[in-house]
T-cell receptor
Framework: GAVVSQHPSRVICKSGTSVKIECRSL??????MFWYRQFPKQSLMLMAT?????????EQGVEKDKFLINHASLTLSTLTVTSAHPEDSSFYIC????????????FGPGTRLTVL | DAKTTQPTSMDCAEGRAANLPCNHS???????VYWYRQIHSQGPQYIIH???NNETNEMASLIITEDRKSSTLILPHATLRDTAVYYC???????????FGTGTRLQVTL
């Protein structure tokens, strides 16, 4: 149980375009999902916390207008990188919490974004 | 959340037990110790967590000292597939974010 999927697994796009990444909890409902970013040889950095039906909470330094997060259902959160630039190239990973009574986060496999 | 300190890297022979230490001397009474690992180019994988008592599951054992200022993750019989970066994270466990440090890079060798 506690499986989280991401789609796509990797994407290459041109500078200036927008890219949407989906994060799904496959066998549980997730009231809270998190989005992380990981640059090469670095650790994961939290970008935002997403609660179903409400606006996401962004970490300091993360532009909310550039990284749009939507958590429309208990099993789906999306991250849209708008007007992507080469410096946005990174490994984007989501996680989901099983429920309010347990706070273990389960992570998706990640999405490798390359902006040309 | 309390900060953790882990060795940068460790080696372990296949079949042997891998003991990964973590210091969390500023841990608060309501903070749990979580362990995750990340195999190259994959998302982190949950391993185990505990508050005070030692814990064991199908993947590993977690030994927490009585003063809770340090802990050890034990992989009883390491295999090549256990090669990964292991993260020790202290968290209140109340829907709060995980802060990843640099972790320990475990290399399991033949």
């Amino acid at each position: 149980g506690a499986v989280v999927s991401q789609h796509p697994s990797r994407v290459i796009c041109k500078s200036g375009t927008s890219v949407k990444i989906e994060c799904r909890s496959l066998d549980f409902q997730a009231t809270t999902m998190f989005w992380y970013r990981q640059f090469p040889k670095q650790s994961l950095m939290l970008m935002a916390t997403s609660n179903e039906g409400s606006k996401a909470t962004y970490e300091q330094g993360v532009e909310k207008d550039k990284f749009l997060i939507n958590h429309a259902s208990l099993t789906l959160s999306t991250l849209t990188v708008t007007s992507a630039h080469p410096e946005d190239s990174s490994f984007y990973i989501c996680s989901a919490m099983v429920g309010p009574s347990t706070d273990t986060q389960y992570f998706g496999p990640g999405t490798r974004l390359t902006v040309l | 959340d309390a900060k953790t300190t882990q060795p940068t890297s460790m080696d372990c022979a296949e079949g042997r037990a891998a003991n990964l230490p973590c210091n969390h001397s500023t841990i608060s009474g309501n903070e749990y110790v979580y362990w995750y690992r990340q195999i190259h180019s994959q998302g982190p994988q949950y391993i185990i967590h505990g508050l005070k008592n030692n814990e064991t599951n199908e993947m590993a054992s977690l030994i927490i000292t009585e003063d809770r200022k340090s802990s050890t993750l034990i992989l009883p019989h390491a295999t090549l597939r256990d090669t990964a970066v292991y993260y020790c994270i202290v968290n209140t466990g109340t829907a709060s974010k995980l802060t990843f440090g640099t972790g320990t890079r475990l290399q399991v060798t033949l």
